[in-house]
């Protein structure tokens, strides 16, 4: 007999797995809100938790040059999802489960080598378009 799942007001899939975790958005009783990420899961060693980075590019004005900098937060892994090492994530902010997780994973994107010329496109383009701003506005 499968269950109902909810409606978490965000457009993923949901999963075909079902679990009895009350820490899951689609078959638990938590409430998701506020902001959305998207992630590489580079540690899943914890029970139901796991590390997703978030690499993003900084200028530093002083040096005017580029540098990669990356933000690491622990999120909730339900039993439906089960994320591991590698995998590209969706997660979304809920409130505190633990002393340090306030996400949870909500969607599977792909895996890392599925997706990774992608975001190498992404961080040029945020590069170049930057540059453009710095060079009008010096000019």
């Known amino acids: ?41 580079i540690s899943d060693k914890a029970q139901k938790t796991v590390k997703v980075e978030m690499p993003r590019v900084i ?27 590698g995998d590209i994530v969706k997660i979304m ?6 002393k340090i997780k306030n996400f949870v994973v909500v969607e599977k994107v792909g895996h890392k080598e599925d997706v990774r010329e992608k975001d190498y496109a992404a961080i040029e383009k945020k590069k170049e378009e930057t540059k453009k701003v710095d060079q009008n506005a010096s000019s």
């Not at 007999?1 to 009895?20: Q, T, Y």
């Not at 902010?93 to 633990?98: G, Y």
């Open 1 to 41: 007999m499968k269950s109902k799942e909810k409606n978490i007001g965000l457009d993923v899939k949901a999963p075909e797995k079902e679990c009895h975790d009350r820490n899951c958005p689609f078959h638990g009783t938590i409430k998701t809100h506020g902001r959305i990420f998207t992630g590489l899961v």
């Open 59 to 85: 200028y530093f004005r002083k040096y005017e040059r580029y540098g990669k900098d990356r933000t690491v937060i622990n999120a909730h892994n339900p039993d439906c999802i089960d994320a591991q090492k």
């Open 93 to 98: 902010e809920t409130r505190p489960i633990s």
